[in-house]
């Protein structure tokens, strides 16, 4: 009987660690995107209060996601300086800090520092959330634990959008976007209560640029990484360059829907939120490159389903490819974990400064596509992101290297 118990107990206080964890992480991935797309839903605001064009408008989101793909190749070197739960907790409340900025900022200008401000200290958290779960739980863990990370970032994406929506039915914008900053504050104190402290003893940070280098270097070299590197690059900006525009076509002819309207329909990121939970063990199941691709074919199911008029047609195509979109991205981010080998921290931060460059850069293009041919021409270029992607699923071996 004694035996069993001195058994059963340190699996049942793993249990428990791992579960706290991994609720500390998806608030902390809920931190992160609802800080980080809440001003989706703003775009058209901001095009009309400003004075601004839509393209223009989206820079209050492209320019917070450029700044965190930055800071994110930052964050692997303060990593090794710093306790990676303290890094976290401070990237959090600084950037819920910064978002209350933004709201009361009285320029577009002074709104777009403070939104640079956010993403560059938001960086302390993709990166480093990736190494902590890659080095403190077991290879037959991560993939579900990942899974349920990725889930916070999708709860975090709809919570942004549709409470943004929500609080605009009673407040201006700039209360909504306080009170986003206030609830990602608590959200933040809860992740720090939870996450239990690193168990892993961090290596030296290396001294120089060139020793930095050369681990991002390593990280490179790893089979089958750079083709995920660039299939984070096409999810983000596909996702990111529909979501920014589905909002300027919804608000006009023949929808005329309310920003409460466009911010209801973003209760689609359910969709996300389970289908990201439960990716990781089914790609135990079936397998990485078979789920991905299932994952890529949903989201080019569903741009072309956003193509007819119908408003069903049109929800149904934002559905599927926020299901798609989730499944490839907890399986990518997954499998830089396991492909990563000793470079985890390095291989972390390079899918992520492509995951958030892509997310930038075919957000602001996205905006040339959407001048220049209206929502056939962003649907044509997303689709081609799609298409580039798949190319990329397709060079990742198959089987783990030794």
Not at 58 to 66: N, R, V
Not at 158 to 178: I, N, P, S
Not at 334 to 360: D, N
Request: aromatic share 10%; charged share 10%; net charge positive.
């Amino acid at each position: 009987m004694t035996a069993c118990a001195t058994i059963v107990a340190p699996a049942a206080k793993d249990a428990g660690r791992l579960r706290r964890m991994s609720l500390a992480l998806f608030l902390g991935g809920f931190s992160t995107f609802s800080l980080l797309y809440c001003v989706q839903p703003l775009l058209p605001t901001f095009a009309r209060s400003f004075g601004l064009s839509p393209a223009h408008s989206a820079m209050a989101l492209s320019l917070s996601t450029a700044t965190l793909a930055i800071a994110i190749l930052m964050a692997g070197g303060v990593a090794q300086r710093l306790n990676l739960k303290t890094l976290m907790f401070g990237s959090m409340v600084l950037a819920a800090a910064c978002n209350l900025a933004a709201a009361l900022a009285p320029s577009w200008p002074l709104l777009l520092v403070a939104r640079a401000a956010e993403g560059l200290l938001l960086g302390g958290v993709p990166a480093v959330a990736m190494t902590y779960l890659a080095e403190e739980t077991e290879a037959s863990d991560l993939a579900a634990a990942m899974g349920l990370y990725v889930a916070g970032t999708a709860f975090g994406g709809m919570a942004g959008r549709v409470g943004m929506g929500l609080l605009l039915a009673t407040f201006d914008w700039r209360m909504a976007m306080a009170a986003i900053g206030a609830i990602d504050l608590i959200a933040a104190l809860a992740f720090f209560a939870l996450l239990p402290k690193p168990r892993h003893v961090r290596a030296p940070a290396p001294e120089h640029l060139s020793d930095r280098l050369r681990t991002w270097g390593q990280a490179w070299r790893r089979p089958g990484l750079p083709a995920l590197f660039g299939l984070g690059f096409c999810l983000t900006g596909v996702f990111v360059a529909l979501f920014n525009y589905v909002e300027f076509r919804l608000e006009a002819a023949p929808y005329h829907l309310s920003q409460t309207q466009v911010g209801l329909i973003f209760l689609v990121y359910a969709f996300g939120v389970w289908s990201s939970s439960t990716a990781g063990r089914l790609a135990e199941r079936h397998g990485r490159r078979r789920l991905l691709l299932v994952g890529l074919a949903l989201i080019l199911a569903g741009i072309v389903l956003t193509l007819p008029a119908s408003l069903v047609s049109v929800i149904a195509g934002i559905a599927l490819v926020t299901t798609g979109f989730f499944i490839a991205h907890a399986v990518a981010s997954g499998w830089v974990g396991r492909l990563a080998g000793p470079a985890k921290s390095q291989s972390a931060a390079l899918y992520l400064l492509f995951y958030y460059a892509g997310s930038s850069l075919a957000g602001a293009i996205g905006g040339w596509f959407w001048r220049h041919g209206a929502w056939p021409a962003v649907a044509g270029f997303t689709a081609a992101l799609v298409l580039a992607g798949v190319a990329l699923a397709l060079r990742i071996p198959r089987e783990d290297p030794s």
